[in-house]
């Protein structure tokens, strides 16, 4: 069963950019596909971003395109999230997904889960 741990959440001001980062590790078992999703306190856990392992499909949420670049290095098994211009309805916790297909990842089915990194944007 594959692992994923998250890191690189933190405090910033609107604006300013942070970068996530999701290493996985263990047998994917086919799980090729990866994602991350947010949730807001009070909130459902929303898609945000997804891509193939080998970074030649991706997929983002409306309100991120242009803002958000998901990429992967297969090298290290790690994928990455880069956000710019960020905004305080980007606050959550987000969280990395692996699953067999983007459809899976985007719709959170049979997807295995990281433990999630806080991103808190003040205004």
């Known amino acids: 069963q594959v692992q994923l741990v998250e890191s690189g959440g933190g405090l910033v001001q609107a604006g300013g950019s942070l970068r996530l980062t999701c290493e996985a590790s263990?047998?994917?078992?086919?799980?090729?596909?990866l994602g991350w999703f947010r949730q807001a306190p009070g909130q459902e856990r929303d898609f945000v971003a997804a891509i193939m392992w080998n970074g030649g499909i991706t997929a983002y949420t409306e309100s991120v395109k242009g803002r958000f670049t998901v990429s992967t290095d297969a090298a290290t098994n790690t994928m990455y999230l880069e956000m710019t211009s960020l905004k305080p309805e980007d606050t959550g916790v987000y969280y990395c997904?692996?699953?067999?297909?983007?459809?899976?990842?985007?719709?959170?089915?049979?997807?295995?889960w990281g433990q999630g990194t806080q991103v808190t944007v003040s205004a």
């Open positions: 997904v692996a699953g067999l297909t983007l459809r899976d990842v985007r719709r959170s089915s049979d997807v295995v």
């Open positions: 263990g047998h994917n078992f086919g799980r090729n596909a």
